[in-house]
Each structure stands twice: as C-alpha cells, then as structure tokens.
C-alpha cells in the first residue's frame, strides 16, 4: 500500500534520526544583523528577533549580546550558535553583528570582524580580499535589513554589517579555512539555515527507510542528494515525487549499499561537483573530515577530455574543485562531464551484479548543473 505524502524524503529522514537540528552561522548573523538594524532605527533590540529561512521556516533567537552606540552610529547584537545535535565546532559560539548607516544608496555591504575570515586564494565563491560571508547569508541579511528599512519608513537599506565571531580565529585551527586560504577566522555560512544534524548511524539507518519508503510506494527511480540544492535540481529534471528522494548527505556508500540489497530501476545521483569528485576518486564517505578532493585525479580527468599540459598542471594546483572546474568551463574543457561519468562508474562498482541503472548529475553552489553522465 503506497504511504501518505510527506513521509518520505529529507524531512522525514531528519525526523526518523530522532537528531535535533540547529542553526548555520549564516543564519545566526541574519538574525544578529537584523536586531542590531532594527534597534538603529527604532531605538530598540528586538528579543527575541525573528527571521525568515529559505524554505520558510520561522526561527526566533534570544540576544545574547546587545550594544547601541550613542548618537546612532552603530548597533551591535550578538546571538549564540545553536547547532543542535550536530558535532559541530561552532557550537556555542557567539556571532555579532555591528551595523552601521552609510550614505543613501549605498546598499548593504560587509566586513570581517574579529574571528571571521578573509579570502586570500581563488577558488571559493566569493573573490580575494572579501570576508568570508557566503552568498546565500550575504542575501539573506541584505533582504532582512531591507524589510526593517521598509518597515521604517519605505526604501531599502542602506548599512555597513560587520560579522565576529568571539574565539572565531581559534575556532578555525580545527576547520579547513586555513588550508583554503581563508584567513583570521571562521566562514559564515548557510544555504538553508539550518544545520542538519548527522550521526553516522541514525543517518545511515535514515537512508534505508527511506529506500523502503520509496519501494514500497512503487517508485522505480530514486535519487540520492548530497543536499537542498541537488533536491531541487533532481526534481527539476526528472519531476521525483518527494518519497523518491534520498538525503544522502555524505554517506553516497549507504546509498549505493542499500539499493544494490534493495534494487530499483535507476538511481540518481546528486550532488555538488566537488562531493562527487571524491565518489569519482572511490571515497564512498564524502565528509571533508574523511575524504579530500584529489587535485591530480582532476588533472588527469580534464587531459583526457582536451585539457592542454599546461592547463592540466593549473588544475593539479588548484586551491579547489570549484576552482579547477572554472579553469576547465574556460577552456571549454568538459571536466564536469568526465567527473560525473568517473562517479557513475565507481557507483556501478558498489552496484554490481544488481540490476540498478545508475546516472550521475554534478551541480555547483547555485543548482546549476556542471556535470552529467546518463544512465547506464
């Protein structure tokens, strides 16, 4: 008997982990950005502040700092990182935010304060010399201060949001910022807000209901993400009913595991390119902590699709995959198709002697697909 929508894919997996999410970086300085900006215009900190996520949820966050200079020249909020039951090593750390007016038309622009980092080396999102705020918190602050601009009287603003992090320099020894050359600090980061709470176990054991779930809904084609983004994307593309959806997150070898016991016509996989470098590469677990990017693997990829010696060597000292992907979309080299179809290869490995078809997509941080090698 087919089970009521909603009780497959991401959501239900969370819930079947019995994990308690938390909140990214990114979304505790929206929330400390947007109360420092309201009590600059107000007068007065909003507390607890309230902010809109992504995908519409509604989290309200206690000020565990709040500061409004005389004369209003600046405001400063402070929220402290709840990462829920997530190993995360930003929990418990405390973001500011300080917001300062700038002159009409400015717009909101951003700065690094102490314990957040500065991009140094190309390769990641954001150009050389910027703080290491990312897109999607860089946008959700700008559409955040714009409603309380609107709310203060029409408009839209126009503020100075300078991101800390107390200990953030330290706090970043135990993260990859050094090696990729972000500097002084932590990253904020966040595409949904919310950070989705991983015990190897309880998230492996997730995976299979939710292959159970799908069979026994009768769905044929499933479709393993690494995330939100490659959510959409998949369903975008082939139009999957929720159920078909797999949150695989890092663990592509439970995946691939439990599908080659428990077989369905085809299996999708998802992901971001540089996640799926690492399947390429024959890691089965794509956690940073476990599996890294291998540079001269990419560099041997893009030869063999056309890639010229000397920009092979450029790929092979790439800071990133992100990076060695762009020198290749430059040369019209295709190493996100040669990525994805390495990927499907070392999945049909796992899969062997099953009869799922398996197919690979490669995306980047937008959604847009990079890379694809079809079902085979």
């Known amino acids: 008997m087919a089970r009521p929508a909603g009780s497959g894919g991401r959501d239900a997996q969370l819930k079947h982990t019995g994990l308690r ?108 010399g910027e703080p290491a705020v990312n897109p999607v918190p860089r946008r959700l602050m700008t559409e955040h201060l714009d409603a309380v601009a609107a709310a203060h009287g029409g408009g839209t603003a126009d503020a100075e949001i300078t991101v800390s992090v107390d200990e953030g320099e330290e706090i970043a020894r135990s993260t990859w910022n050094p090696r990729l050359g972000i500097l002084g600090g932590l990253s904020i980061l966040g595409t949904t807000g919310v950070v989705v709470p991983y015990s190897c176990s309880a998230w492996i054991d997730s995976i299979r209901r939710g292959v159970d779930v799908a069979r026994a809904a009768g769905r044929t084609h499933l479709a393993g993400c690494t995330g939100s983004t490659s959510e959409k994307t998949v369903t975008a593309l082939y139009g999957l009913p929720q159920d078909a959806l797999l949150d695989m997150g890092d663990f592509a070898g439970a995946v691939l595991k439990y599908v080659r016991r428990h077989p369905v016509d085809r299996l999708t996989l998802c992901g971001g390119f540089a996640k799926l470098s690492k399947l390429a590469a024959g890691h089965l677990d794509l956690h940073s902590a476990r599996s890294q990017v291998d540079k001269s693997l990419l560099a041997g990829l893009a030869r063999a699709a056309g890639a010229s010696p000397a920009l092979a060597a450029r790929v092979a000292a790439a800071n990133t995959g992100l990076e060695a992907l762009r020198l290749c979309q430059a040369a019209d080299v295709p190493l996100g198709d040669a990525v994805a179809a390495r990927a499907r290869d070392e999945a049909l490995g796992v899969l062997r002697g099953s009869r799922v078809r398996a197919d690979v997509v490669c995306i980047d941080r937008a959604g847009t697909v990079v890379g694809r090698a079809e079902p085979a």
């Not at 007068?43 to 206690?62: H, K, S, W």
């Not at 418990?92 to 935010?97: D, E, H, Q, T, V």
């Not at 300062?100 to 304060?113: C, I, M, N, S, T």
């Open 21 to 128: 999410p938390g909140w990214t970086t990114g979304a505790c300085a929206t929330a400390a950005a947007t109360a420092a900006y309201t009590a600059l215009l107000f007068g007065e900190f909003p507390d607890p502040v309230t902010i809109t996520l992504p995908r519409g949820q509604r989290p309200a966050f206690a000020l565990a700092f709040e500061d409004l200079a005389a004369g209003g020249t600046a405001a400063t909020a402070g929220v402290v990182k709840d990462a829920g039951d997530d190993p995360d090593v930003t929990h418990g750390a405390l973001i500011r935010a300080t917001v300062r007016p700038l002159a009409p038309g400015a717009g909101v622009v951003f700065r690094a304060g102490p314990g957040v980092g500065t991009v140094t080396r190309p390769g990641l999102p954001l150009d050389v």
